[in-house]
């Protein structure tokens, strides 16, 4: 239990102003040359100097490197277009609770920014006669280790979170809407090809039945033609019913009509810059946490209060002294304290290192299937050209009509696979710009 020395002073000839007014500029003596109850708090664990430590105004603003990044950020999505629609109407109709813890977190920020002003308040005492004595109890404090100048460095790191928080969850959303618009888009691309195959092998499967009629073809022969045909219906039907599920999601978050957008839009090259919001998250964690551990620390030394109770006998005033309790484990409690710093800094070394291992596997992921989208698109054309070539020479008689038919099923499956690749890749580019936080602007913050 904290240990409490109070010395209390009859001063009721004085005024409760000039108590106050003695308090607040005592407070303010204490804070300029040591750990006191200092009256602009910077981060916890950080030197004033440090152009990346958060400040607390006397207003309750924080001014933030951090933030002062995310606000600078600019979106790699092209202004207009399908993405940037997309993007606007996901962003929009979002319920916006990042954005309200944002709000709370601000505000809690402001109320810490004034922690070192007097608190004022009732007081009810017993007398010895057992009457009811009210009174009005000014309390300021005026030597507390530094634990209100580390509530001020917590609520700014905490500030520093949420919008952490907030730009996370709107480019995360941004990337949901844009994934499944790329899901539609790439089934609608892709239920193209697989109808025009059904048409086509529909017309095969009416001349083999011809054929077979009169004798020129096996029936074990219609029967391939007819799997080949079922099976490539399968596939129009498996296109259309992923297309309209990914539209239906996609609709799900939103408030607008999307159903008129189409096209697929290139992206920018990938940065070194920004760093990646998981990094930003750590950062802020940190303070937060050495913030944290600087007020435990606070509480284990004792610290000064000074108070005047205002009643009908006068005022009342005393100085208290309170914290400072010890245990047989305060070494080792205090030694865990101090190894916080070290700590989060391994925690943020661990963030970036797992962080720039993903945007690396994304990156050769991206890289491997642009590569296997232009070599795709060589071995596409080599299939049309051969599929032109079995045409004509099916119709000279030099091949058979299944052997065409084997031909055509190639090109289209190919074909199918060539649409695949551009989404994939443009999703692999996407997911790169949800790890740097590039994918909305950050005017929001």
């Keep these: 239990m904290p240990h409490h020395v109070t010395a209390r002073?009859?001063?009721?000839?004085?005024?409760?102003?000039?108590i106050l007014a003695a308090a607040c500029l005592l407070s303010a003596c204490l804070g300029e040359g040591m750990p006191g109850v200092t009256k602009m708090g910077f981060g916890a664990g950080k030197s004033p100097a440090d152009p990346a430590a958060p400040v607390l105004s006397a207003q309750g603003a924080v001014r933030s490197a951090l933030i002062a990044d995310l606000q600078s950020r600019r979106s790699v999505l092209p202004p207009d277009g399908p993405f940037a629609a997309v993007a606007a109407a996901v962003t929009e109709a979002g319920a916006g609770v990042a954005a309200a813890e944002l709000r709370v977190a601000q505000l809690r920020a402001e109320a810490k920014a004034r922690n070192w002003l007097p608190r004022i308040g009732p007081s009810a005492n017993l007398t010895s006669l057992g009457?009811?004595?009210?009174?009005?109890?000014?309390e300021q404090t005026l030597f507390d280790?530094?634990?209100?100048?580390?509530?001020?460095?917590?609520?700014?790191?905490?500030?520093?979170?949420?919008?952490?928080?907030?730009?996370?969850?709107?480019?995360?959303?941004v990337y949901d809407g844009l994934k499944h618009y790329l899901t539609a888009e790439r089934a609608r691309e892709q239920a193209a090809v697989a109808a025009r195959a059904v048409t086509r092998l529909t017309e095969f499967e009416r001349i083999m039945a011809?054929?077979?009629?009169?004798?020129?073809?096996?029936?074990?022969?219609?029967?391939?033609?007819?799997?080949?045909?079922?099976?490539?219906?399968?596939?129009?039907?498996?296109?259309?019913?992923?297309?309209?599920?990914?539209?239906?999601?996609?609709?799900?978050?939103?408030?607008?009509?999307?159903?008129?957008?189409?096209?697929?839009?290139?992206?920018?090259?990938?940065?070194?810059?920004?760093?990646?919001?998981?990094?930003?998250?750590?950062?802020?964690?940190?303070?937060?946490?050495?913030?944290e551990a600087e007020m435990a620390k606070a509480d284990m030394l004792p610290g000064l209060?000074?108070?005047?109770?205002?009643?009908?006998?006068?005022?009342?005033?005393?100085?208290?002294?309170?914290?400072?309790?010890?245990?047989?484990?305060?070494?080792?409690?205090?030694?865990?304290?101090?190894?916080?710093g070290d700590l989060v800094g391994r925690r943020i070394a661990q963030a970036a290192e797992d962080t720039e291992r993903r945007i690396i596997a994304l990156q050769r992921d991206m890289q491997s299937t642009l590569s296997r989208e232009a070599?795709?698109?060589?071995?596409?054309?080599?299939?049309?050209?051969?599929?032109?070539?079995f045409t004509e020479q099916y119709k000279v008689g030099r091949r058979t009509l299944l052997e065409l038919v084997q031909q055509y099923e190639s090109f289209a499956r190919i074909e199918r696979e060539q649409?695949?690749?551009?989404?994939?890749?443009?999703?692999?580019?996407?997911?790169?710009?949800?790890?740097?936080?590039?994918l909305v602007d950050g005017a929001r913050m």
């Design 9 to 18: 002073i009859r001063v009721g000839a004085i005024r409760p102003a000039l």
């Design 131 to 138: 009457a009811l004595a009210a009174s009005i109890l000014l």
């Design 145 to 173: 280790n530094g634990k209100r100048k580390a509530e001020r460095a917590y609520a700014a790191a905490d500030v520093e979170v949420a919008a952490v928080t907030l730009a996370s969850g709107d480019n995360k959303r």
């Design 210 to 291: 011809l054929r077979v009629d009169g004798g020129l073809s096996d029936r074990s022969e219609q029967r391939v033609l007819s799997q080949k045909l079922a099976e490539m219906q399968a596939s129009l039907v498996a296109d259309r019913q992923a297309g309209l599920t990914a539209m239906a999601e996609l609709t799900a978050m939103t408030t607008r009509d999307l159903s008129r957008l189409s096209g697929l839009q290139s992206l920018p090259p990938d940065q070194t810059v920004p760093e990646p919001l998981a990094v930003m998250r750590a950062r802020g964690e940190a303070a937060r946490t050495i913030a």
């Design 305 to 340: 209060t000074a108070s005047a109770a205002i009643g009908k006998g006068g005022v009342d005033g005393g100085l208290g002294l309170n914290g400072g309790a010890f245990g047989f484990g305060s070494g080792a409690e205090r030694a865990a304290l101090n190894a916080t």
């Design 375 to 389: 070599q795709g698109a060589e071995v596409l054309r080599q299939t049309g050209n051969n599929l032109t070539l």
């Design 419 to 438: 649409v695949a690749l551009k989404y994939i890749a443009t999703d692999l580019r996407l997911q790169i710009a949800l790890e740097r936080g590039v």
